[in-house]
């Protein structure tokens, strides 16, 4: 069965500090990989998708980066955080076939606070 | 651009009543659309979907039905129970070019939070 695994769960990082979310899949080949983020209270961002390695779409012009060096690996980064990076950052997967439904399966999350 | 839209934001019924929360989407090609529900501090975990190709869809205590024309989609859960109250989600599928074929992203709602008290 497929799994999806996401780390750290919690961080706390000071502004203008370097940022590193790993994602990783189990379980499938060439999926689809998304990062999302949901500031509190709040609705899911989509701010990168990928349909293969090194192929990276963004969403949202941000202070962000995506990265997909392996099939099943989707990397977040930032040089230098700022405080409205702050959030729970979800990772997503979802079967890279042509035609099919999309449906995605989560991530447990980062929760980043930027202080 | 590609939107969809959630209503309401906020909803609040009695144990045992329904609830319904209500979505459009702007791109006429979207031809799936699921519903998350998210527990506070987990994951959105999909609780049901339905193509483009079928007006309605049921299971146990929730329905989702689906307006082409009108490009709405709505969530109906009966009976509601208090494990019900969460944050649920619509979405929309916007089909991306992938190579010879093609895959999707989804724009999610806002979000409606649904407390049911018992």
């Known amino acids: 069965s497929q799994t999806i695994h996401q780390w750290p769960a919690t961080l706390v990082q000071p502004v203008g500090s370097p940022l590193s979310l790993e994602c990783t899949v189990e379980?499938?080949?060439?999926?689809?990989l998304y990062w999302y983020r949901q500031a509190a209270g709040r609705g899911l961002q989509l701010l990168f998708y990928s349909v293969g390695i090194g192929q990276i779409s963004s969403e949202v012009p941000q202070n962000l980066s995506a990265s997909r060096p392996q099939d099943r690996q989707f990397i977040l980064s930032s040089k230098k955080l700022l405080l409205s990076d702050s959030g729970f950052y979800l990772c997503?997967?979802?079967?890279?076939?042509?035609?099919?439904?999309?449906?995605?399966?989560f991530g447990a999350g980062t929760r980043l606070s930027v202080l | 651009g590609e939107n969809v839209e959630q209503h309401p934001s906020t909803l609040s019924v009695q144990e045992g009543d329904s609830a319904v929360i209500k979505c459009t989407y702007s791109?006429?090609?979207?031809?799936?659309f699921p519903w998350y529900k998210q527990e506070l501090g987990k994951r959105p975990q999909l609780i049901i979907d339905?193509?483009?190709?079928?007006g309605e869809k049921k299971d146990q205590r929730i329905a989702v039905t689906l307006n082409k024309t009108a490009k709405h989609f709505s969530l109906h859960i009966t009976e509601t129970q208090p494990e019900d109250s969460a944050v649920y989600f619509c979405?929309?599928?916007?089909?991306?070019?992938?190579?010879?074929?093609?895959?999707?992203?989804?724009?999610f709602g806002q979000g409606t939070t649904l407390q049911v008290k018992p």
């Open positions: 979405a929309a599928k916007m089909s991306v070019f992938k190579g010879s074929g093609n895959t999707g992203k989804l724009i």
């Open positions: 791109d006429s090609a979207s031809n799936y």
């Open positions: 379980g499938t080949s060439n999926p689809n």
């Open positions: 997503a997967w979802s079967v890279g076939l042509a035609g099919a439904k999309n449906i995605q399966y």
């Open positions: 339905i193509r483009s190709n079928v």
